[in-house]
């Protein structure tokens, strides 16, 4: 069965920092990779996925992430965090028929002016 | 080009009532899934649906809970007889056709259930 994991439930950084999220998966074969952000009191947008290809991702608003499968891992990367990007944020894994995502449990990212 | 369309948002029912969520997919989208969210924590899957049929119900709780997705019209999320635990945001998501291995789902922006 799938997992995702993402250690970090609570980080808070200031603002201009870089910042890093932290998602570690479980999955048999090639997983479809996706964070999504969470406004409060609002729906999920997606930042970015990962199918195949250039293991570097670069989504929206300046975010990106690298896939690493040696380490089950796709974290997530910003260079310089804005005021505005404090939310909580989610990684999922899709399954291979691409009709289930399954979600990590969330980062809530707090910034420090 | 309206996004995922989900009422109402704000949905509030005592013990034992029934509670219905509608969810439209984007334009142009025919598979429809539903994801709920309790407090604190992340989302997990129910139900996938496309017109008329259920594809994987395999996160469905068995009983008072059912889904549909009728040729004309928004999918229909149905909780009969709520109880407290039953309180939770529940998300719906849509997808295209087109990939449908590989195609992104994209987010309504819920509709929250409190059960007094």
Same mark, same amino acid.
């Given at each position: 069965?799938?997992?995702? &994991?993402?250690?970090?439930?609570?980080?808070?950084? *200031?603002? /201009?920092?870089? !910042?890093? $999220?932290?998602?570690? +998966?479980?999955? @048999?074969? &090639?997983?479809?990779?996706?964070?999504?952000?969470? *406004?409060? /009191?609002?729906? !999920?947008? $997606?930042?970015?996925? +990962?199918?195949? @290809?250039? &293991?570097?991702?670069?989504?929206?608003?300046?975010?990106?992430?690298?896939?690493?499968?040696?380490?089950?891992?796709?974290?997530?990367?910003?260079?310089?965090?804005?005021?505005?990007?404090?939310?909580?944020?989610?990684?999922?894994?899709?399954?291979?028929?691409?009709?289930?995502?399954?979600?990590?449990?969330?980062?809530?990212?707090?910034?420090?002016? | 080009?309206?996004?995922?369309?989900?009422?109402?948002?704000?949905?509030?029912?005592?013990?034992?009532?029934?509670?219905?969520?509608?969810?439209?997919?984007?334009?142009?989208?025919?598979?429809?899934?539903?994801?709920?969210?309790?407090?604190?924590?992340?989302?997990?899957?129910?139900?996938?649906?496309?017109?008329?049929?259920?594809?994987?119900?395999?996160?469905?709780?068995?009983?008072?809970?059912?889904?549909?997705?009728?040729?004309?019209?928004?999918?229909?999320?149905?909780?009969?007889?709520?109880?407290?635990?039953?309180?939770?945001?529940?998300?719906?998501?849509?997808?295209?056709?087109?990939?449908?291995?590989?195609?992104?789902?994209?987010?309504?922006?819920?509709?929250?259930?409190?059960?007094?």
């Amino acid at each position: 069965a799938q997992s995702v &994991t993402q250690p970090d439930i609570h980080i808070t950084v *200031s603002e /201009g920092a870089s !910042l890093e $999220l932290r998602c570690n +998966y479980s999955y @048999g074969a &090639t997983p479809y990779l996706f964070w999504y952000v969470q *406004s409060p /009191g609002q729906g !999920l947008q $997606l930042l970015l996925k +990962y199918f195949s @290809g250039d &293991t570097l991702v670069q989504g929206i608003k300046g975010f990106e992430a690298e896939f690493k499968r040696s380490q089950s891992s796709f974290n997530l990367r910003k260079p310089s965090v804005h005021w505005s990007d404090a939310a909580e944020y989610f990684c999922a894994v899709g399954n291979n028929a691409g009709n289930m995502l399954t979600f990590g449990g969330g980062t809530r990212l707090m910034v420090k002016p | 080009n309206a996004g995922v369309m989900q009422n109402p948002r704000h949905l509030v029912r005592r013990r034992g009532q029934e509670a219905r969520l509608r969810c439209s997919p984007m334009k142009g989208h025919s598979h429809v899934y539903w994801y709920r969210q309790l407090p604190e924590e992340g989302l997990k899957f129910m139900v996938y649906l496309q017109k008329e049929n259920i594809i994987d119900e395999s996160g469905m709780p068995k009983e008072r809970f059912s889904a549909e997705f009728p040729k004309e019209g928004p999918s229909i999320l149905r909780i009969q007889q709520v109880v407290r635990g039953d309180s939770a945001a529940y998300f719906c998501a849509s997808s295209s056709p087109l990939a449908a291995f590989t195609d992104t789902q994209y987010f309504g922006p819920g509709t929250r259930l409190t059960v007094l």
